[in-house]
């Protein structure tokens, strides 16, 4: 039974739905179950690391009152630490580009936080700028800013530990396949190492944009699928020996975003098509009886202002 209120809007994140698949599987199709992480208040996954990261670093005492917070973001992670700053009274500055969207950069000013914005080259997410973006945090960390370090700050698995454990708790079923794109590669860690520790079996599938395949081919690469495809192997990942990797062509995302609008009603990104996409391919693979999980990792209303519901 859930409580007649809470105590903060942070209280309000997790416990999202889960969903199965039902029009666009075919027949010879293992089962399909989309985690709904856009139901989070800011619409996204990254809450959940947002929030782990910051009552971790206030426990420590690295955040106190008066610190000032920084992080370089393609837009929802931005959001999420932007919104929990604000309900925590922290102060938050975002380092950004305008190769992302625009609401979500709109979004992040409207909680309160500072925005600054590194040029893209043609709107492109290329490996150069997330290095410029990063560039410009070190600077600021010289300066006596608190850095959350998405990328390699381990705190985010408390977060996407409750994801996992969600998944187990709603489904209470054996769960053939994990598969979701990497971005700062925290939820594949976080949420692979419960399913495993319950099922050694399962199996743990990263995906990138074919754009940019460096866990596939060690290839760096452009594309637009925000979130996902750094040019790098990210250090949450590296370490990790149990999962395997595929790329999946950036338009067959973009088709399947639309296609879930259309035809099961999930309205999320670019990045949660492809997850899906790659889950249906995967649940081919694989045939009936087994079953495949992947994440709507955010809401389409965040892509509104650009190509892909155009």
């Not at 062509?249 to 609008?261: I, Y």
């Amino acid at each position: 039974m859930f409580p007649s209120f809470h105590a903060t809007i942070l209280e309000a994140i997790g416990n999202t739905p889960m969903v199965k698949l039902s029009k666009i599987v075919p027949a010879d199709c293992a089962d399909i179950y989309v985690k709904l992480e856009y139901f989070n208040p800011t619409g996204s996954y990254k809450d959940r690391m947002a929030l782990a990261i910051v009552e971790e670093a206030e426990k420590r005492g690295d955040i106190k009152p008066g610190t000032r917070i920084v992080e370089y973001t393609g837009g929802s992670t931005g959001t999420s630490l932007a919104f929990v700053c604000a309900v925590k009274g922290h102060h938050f500055r975002a380092i950004t580009s305008d190769a992302f969207a625009k609401e979500k950069l709109q979004t992040i000013k409207l909680f309160g936080a500072e925005l600054e914005i590194v040029p893209s080259v043609d709107g492109k997410i290329t490996p150069d700028l997330f290095l410029r973006m990063e560039e410009r945090v070190l600077q600021l960390q010289e300066e006596g800013c608190y850095w959350t370090e998405q990328f390699e700050n381990r705190d985010a698995l408390i977060g996407y530990g409750y994801l996992g454990r969600e998944i187990i708790d709603q489904l209470n079923r054996p769960i053939d396949v994990f598969c979701a794109a990497v971005g700062t590669g925290g939820m594949m860690t976080g949420v692979a190492a419960v399913l495993k520790k319950v099922n050694d079996s399962t199996r743990i599938i990263a995906l990138e944009p074919a754009g940019s395949p460096i866990l596939t081919k060690g290839e760096k690469g452009s594309h637009r699928v925000e979130g996902t495809g750094t040019g790098r192997i990210v250090p949450l990942l590296q370490n990790r020996h149990d999962y395997e990797a595929r790329a999946i062509d950036e338009d067959k995302g973009r088709e399947m975003a639309r296609l879930l609008a259309k035809q099961e009603g999930i309205f999320a990104g670019t990045s949660s098509g492809l997850n899906v996409f790659a889950a249906i391919e995967l649940g081919k693979e694989l045939g009936p009886g087994h079953t495949i999980v992947t994440v709507a990792v955010d809401s389409g209303m965040k892509y509104l202002a650009g190509d892909l519901f155009g």
